[in-house]
């Protein structure tokens, strides 16, 4: 009891000051100022608890986002949305759009080896003749009709009949083919290649473009007015009108 009323005397209780309010308000034997420490404790956690509750929290959430298969997709880079017109890689207004991914647009593709390629077109357009370089394609109608060419690398007709929606075309690595629509064909096609590389036959940046106009009439049977328009007249690359004169100098180019 003396040593309390000393403490009291000198200022200090408990590690408090005996001048707070608390310990004034007091009228028992026990200063109050030690139930509010007491409160104090209770109401204002150590930070270090708060701190790692916060983290666990958070932790949780992304646990949680994480486990969400549409919250994975939207992350950048796994995922593009192949049928919209804002992404189509060749656009023309009165012939359609083709859009195609890969391992360069999107790099999780590297992984299932594959790339795709989304293509509408109407009515009056057709797919320049080309082939894949280093993957084997199949090629889905989704909507339309259209006359699908396929022939070896030895010049032979393998294929040329009219396709619809629900059918599909399989075109081996290294196979020409050619795309002429007849009701606003649709379709969709997957390659056995993350960086698919195809070579066009007929364009500006086709092979024709560099040879010699000599080399393509002896090479084709083909005159040299024929070859000059074969190699000057078509300027796109993917797209282009379907005219009957043309159509003919072009199955000639791919049965070549």
Same mark, same amino acid.
């Given at each position: 009891?003396?040593?309390?009323?000393?403490?009291?005397?000198?200022?200090?209780?408990?590690?408090?000051?005996?001048?707070?309010?608390?310990?004034?308000?007091?009228?028992?034997?026990?200063?109050?100022?030690?139930?509010?420490?007491?409160?104090?404790?209770?109401?204002?956690?150590?930070?270090?608890?708060?701190?790692?509750?916060?983290?666990?929290?958070?932790?949780?959430?992304?646990?949680?986002?994480?486990?969400?298969?549409?919250?994975?997709?939207?992350?950048?880079?796994?995922?593009?949305?192949?049928?919209?017109?804002?992404?189509?890689?060749?656009?023309?207004?009165?012939?359609?759009?083709?859009?195609?991914?890969?391992?360069?647009?999107?790099?999780?593709?590297?992984?299932?080896?594959?790339?795709?390629?989304?293509?509408?077109?109407?009515?009056?357009?057709?797919?320049?003749?080309?082939?894949?370089?280093?993957?084997?394609?199949? #090629?889905?109608? /989704?909507?339309?009709? &259209? !006359?699908?060419?396929?022939?070896?690398?030895?010049? @032979?007709? =393998?294929?040329?009949?009219?396709?619809?929606?629900?059918?599909?075309?399989?075109?081996?690595?290294?196979?020409?083919?050619?795309?002429?629509?007849?009701?606003?064909?649709?379709?969709?096609?997957?390659?056995?290649?993350?960086?698919?590389?195809?070579?066009?036959?007929?364009?500006?940046?086709?092979?024709?473009?560099?040879?010699?106009?000599?080399?393509?009439?002896?090479?084709?049977?083909?005159?040299?007015?024929?070859?000059?328009?074969?190699?000057?007249?078509? #300027?796109?690359? /993917?797209?282009?009108? &379907? !005219?009957?004169?043309?159509?003919?100098?072009?199955? @000639?180019? =791919?049965?070549?």
């Amino acid at each position: 009891m003396r040593q309390r009323q000393r403490l009291r005397r000198q200022g200090f209780i408990s590690g408090v000051p005996s001048s707070s309010p608390a310990q004034q308000s007091s009228s028992g034997m026990e200063p109050r100022v030690v139930v509010m420490i007491g409160h104090m404790k209770m109401a204002r956690p150590h930070t270090h608890a708060r701190t790692n509750e916060r983290s666990r929290g958070i932790k949780r959430s992304k646990l949680i986002n994480e486990k969400n298969p549409a919250n994975r997709l939207k992350k950048p880079g796994r995922y593009k949305n192949i049928d919209d017109p804002a992404r189509a890689d060749v656009y023309k207004p009165n012939l359609g759009r083709v859009t195609s991914v890969n391992s360069l647009t999107l790099p999780i593709l590297q992984f299932v080896r594959l790339s795709a390629t989304r293509g509408i077109i109407q009515g009056n357009a057709m797919v320049l003749p080309k082939y894949n370089m280093n993957a084997n394609e199949i #090629l889905y109608c /989704t909507r339309g009709q &259209a !006359r699908i060419q396929v022939v070896n690398d030895n010049g @032979q007709n =393998v294929l040329d009949q009219q396709v619809q929606k629900g059918q599909l075309v399989v075109i081996p690595q290294g196979f020409a083919y050619v795309v002429q629509s007849q009701n606003n064909f649709e379709w969709i096609s997957f390659k056995t290649n993350a960086d698919a590389m195809i070579s066009t036959l007929v364009g500006r940046t086709s092979a024709l473009r560099a040879l010699p106009l000599e080399v393509l009439t002896n090479a084709y049977q083909i005159s040299l007015e024929e070859a000059r328009r074969i190699k000057f007249n078509t #300027l796109e690359t /993917t797209l282009t009108h &379907a !005219r009957s004169g043309q159509q003919q100098l072009i199955d @000639q180019i =791919v049965e070549a």
